[in-house]
């Protein structure tokens, strides 16, 4: 019973959470470079500082991770998650209120930053703090099911995100002035049911044994990079997988429409096309991983994408929907499978004292990397139909990465987490 509250808690956490931060992902790429940077002063610039602005949560992250994988490594899991959830839902709130540049110049772009950075700093916790909670409680011979709802609802509360603006993206006057704003106010009642949610979970019973609590008291990062530092470095190669993610939902987004002149809905159509096949084959995925293991599936999925990438971009510039269509509807297919399958490998891969941390700080130190991919993207990419092979270069050497490391680490399906 407890394992399905806690997955349960997981899946409306994530998407609550992700749905928040997926907002901005998919604003910065189309609209905030003229709401809040001066698109019409400096179309380039705004374009960059926007992208960039996705990136600085990135660089919050890490912090979260260290201070909220602690709290739930000692506080307590549940308690933590609930902090997350306030956090994400505090800045979610001021951005759907801020004033444009035209109102207040400059010092929107610059609240919308601290803000930006509260969400990175929440975000730094949400995920692995779930996925370490619903693992805990799952039966070891089905953790990867289990744990995948949590990032069904990662993945639910982007694909919502996503889709958010696209009824409102077809006049850019009223997308631009308060259409954007209307996924942001309804952001509020889903993270308060999703706190709701989680009051009706317990810890797991590794987290209430005295002794255990005794010794996640004393641990902390200097117990993390004295036994567990090979465990950290591999999980920040192999979370550039994400990059992929963000290529997908974020960049290919801006690069269609500054390079190519697309229209903003028919991207963003197909971008949630691609996330809906994505979720519909998750749990076939994660169950997959319990069957043969983490690694086959995650390996299996990076290579799938390092060859379907190129084609991606080729699509992009040949304006032929189509054939834009089934590139995505397999990038969703394939990418899911290395997506689902981290929750469980990463939380098997430390000890219940530094669990949450190890899980937390790696990801989030990898994610540094992946929340500046668009704005590294812009400034890589040429003019021309072969503009985007720079790109490429860039995400077939981190992806290499992540598939060597994965290599090197030990199948760890069925593992007693204690």
Known sequence: MWVKKAAKSGFWGGLAEYYDFGLYGTASAVIFPTVFFGGAENAYLANIASLASFGVAYLARPLGAIVLGRLGDSWGRKNTLFLTLGLMGFATLVIGFLPSYAQIGPAAGIILVIMRLIQGFSAGGEQAGSNTLTSEWAPPEKRGFYTAFTMHGLALGQLLALGAFIPFSGSDSFLFSWGWRIPYFIAIPVILYAIYVRTKVTEPPRRVVPEAEQTAHKAGLSTLFRFHWK?????????????????????????????????????????????VVGLLVQPLWASLSDKIGRRPVYITSMVGLVLLFPILFYSLTTGNVFFMAVVYVLLGLISTGGNVVQAPMYTEMFPTEVRMTGYALSTQLANIVVGFTPMIAAMLVKPGELGWVPVLVFTSIMMGLGILSCISNKETKGSVIV
């Open 231 to 275: 465990n950290v470095l591999r999980i920040i190669f192999m979370g550039q997988f994400a990059i992929t993610g963000v290529l997908l939902t974020n960049y290919s987004l801006n690069y269609g429409v500054t390079a190519w002149n697309m229209e903003k809905s028919q991207l963003l159509t197909l971008a949630t096309v691609s996330m």
